[in-house]
T-cell receptor, first 114, second 116 residues
Framework: AQSVTQLDSQVPVFEEAPVELRCNYSSSVSVYLFWYVQYPNQGLQLLLK??????LVKGINGFEAEFNKSQTSFHLRKPSVHISDTAEYFC????????????FGSGTRLLVRP | GAVVSQHPSWVICKSGTSVKIECRSL??????MFWYRQFPKQSLMLMATSNEGSKATYEQGVEKDKFLINYASLTLSTLTVTSAHPEDSSFYIC????????????FGQGTRLTVV
């Protein structure tokens, strides 16, 4: 079985400071990796994804993530956050087994303060 | 990215009534549609998966008679919450995937259901 762990339920940070949102996964098969953002009362928007190739992936809104296979991690980073980045962030995986289901972590609320 | 339209965005209904939520893929033909339920400040819980040409596959613990899913076409899926009760109040989100298993999923804007 696969699982996704986001250890931090909430990350408070000041505006213009850097931030890292942690994501670790467990899987017996290879996975595709995703980060999604959800603003209040809205659906999810894809920030970035890792399918193959370079382990450093750049996404929208200045976010990037690095896939570390040995540590089974896919942490999300941004060098300088804005107030508008305040939202819920979900890490997700698609296992390369017969299910190909999207499995979500519990989410991390990023709270950017002025 | 693809545009997924979910309607209504919010609905309030009386206990015992049924509510239908529509999910439309506006600019591409989805091969798979998913329905999720999200409780406040929690992650998304997969309710069911609909593949092209087949009936919905429900996740364990999800009552198929309670949550009726119809995959009418490659661009339309509906979720009907039958005989709704206050505990069914939640945020429901649909998602679509097309063009292969490794492609990303696109999400609707969600429906806030409140049963009074």
């Amino acid at each position: 079985a696969q699982s996704v762990t986001q250890l931090d339920s909430q990350v408070p940070v000041f505006e213009e400071a850097p931030v890292e949102l942690r994501c670790n996964y467990s899987s017996s098969v290879s996975v595709y990796l995703f980060w999604y953002v959800q603003y209040p009362n809205q659906g999810l928007q894809l920030l970035l994804k890792y399918l193959s190739g370079s382990t450093l992936v750049k996404g929208i809104n200045g976010f990037e993530a690095e896939f570390n296979k040995s540590q089974t991690s896919f942490h999300l980073r941004k060098p300088s956050v804005h107030i508008s980045d305040t939202a819920e962030y979900f890490c997700a995986v698609i296992p390369m087994d017969s299910s190909y289901k999207l499995i979500f972590g519990s989410g991390t609320r990023l709270l950017v303060r002025p | 990215g693809a545009v997924v339209s979910q309607h209504p965005s919010w609905v309030i209904c009386k206990s015992g009534t049924s509510v239908k939520i529509e999910c439309r893929s506006l600019d591409f033909q989805a091969t798979t549609m998913f329905w999720y339920r999200q409780f406040p400040k929690q992650s998304l819980m997969l309710m069911a998966t609909s593949n092209e040409g087949s009936k919905a596959t429900y996740e364990q613990g999800v009552e198929k008679d309670k949550f009726l899913i119809n995959y009418a076409s490659l661009t339309l899926s509906t979720l009907t919450v039958t005989s709704a009760h206050p505990e069914d109040s939640s945020f429901y989100i649909c998602s679509v995937r097309g063009g292969g298993l490794r492609t990303e999923a696109f999400f609707g804007q969600g429906t806030r259901l409140t049963v009074v």
